[in-house]
């Protein structure tokens, strides 16, 4: 199935898991509006993308500006009169210990991960609901499924996310429009390039996945208009399941591998 002439939205789309998913609708017909703090890079995705004969408009739009979002829903809807799509990509982690990490890293996190995300989709989903369709698309981690040494405060943040996304599934039920929650598991993007190393937990050796995997995962959810959680790889999923019911035994698991 293609995305001919959807309209689709994607924050945090200069690198990482949203450019890839940006090269992946414009291949399938989509008209882009990306989005991310510099426009440098992202006017080189792009231009990269519309000289490949793809429709790409790229706006500089911080999430934790209100201004910067309302923006860019703004300008998407004066562009093309409706959105379609939401990929709320945009986010960041910092790794360490929560006896060691200054509480501003926790609060850096929550504004961009999950405050950031909100002030998307309420953004363009009014829109999405006055026309009965459209997706909103949030991505996660399965750092907020279960938890690891050195990545509390992440996982705090993506909790929080899952949470929201949870309710937002179920506000959603008879309205037309959908919600797909993606939780990826390790994958090198900038989070790991950003990252110290020595301070990443083991544990994600387990739940190892690649970009490539991520974007077609989410491309995918967005084609099948998926309204539901979608998790990679499948040990992620099978080590969050054992997380709920039986705690103690994923905390071991954990405490052996990292």
Known sequence: MDLRDKVIVITGASSGFGEQ??????????????AARSIEPLEVVAQELRARG??????AADVTSAADVARLAATTLERFGRADVL?????FGLLDRIADAPIEDLQAMIDVNLIGTIRCVKALLPSMLQQRSGQV?????IAGLIATPKMGYYSASKFALIGL??????????TGVRCALICPGNAPTSFQQHADAAKYPRITRLVDCTSAQVADATVRAIQRRTHGEVVIPWQARALAILSSPI???????????G
């Open 247 to 257: 705690p103690s035994l994923s905390r071991l698991v954990i405490r052996l591998v």
């Open 87 to 91: 990929v709320a990509n945009a986010g």
């Open 165 to 174: 996304s949870r309710a937002l599934m179920l506000e959603l039920h008879g």
């Open 21 to 34: 998913i940006a090269r992946r609708c414009a291949q399938r017909g989509a008209q882009l509006v990306l």
């Open 137 to 141: 698309v949030i991505m996660a981690s």
């Open 54 to 59: 793809g429709r790409a408009l790229a706006v």
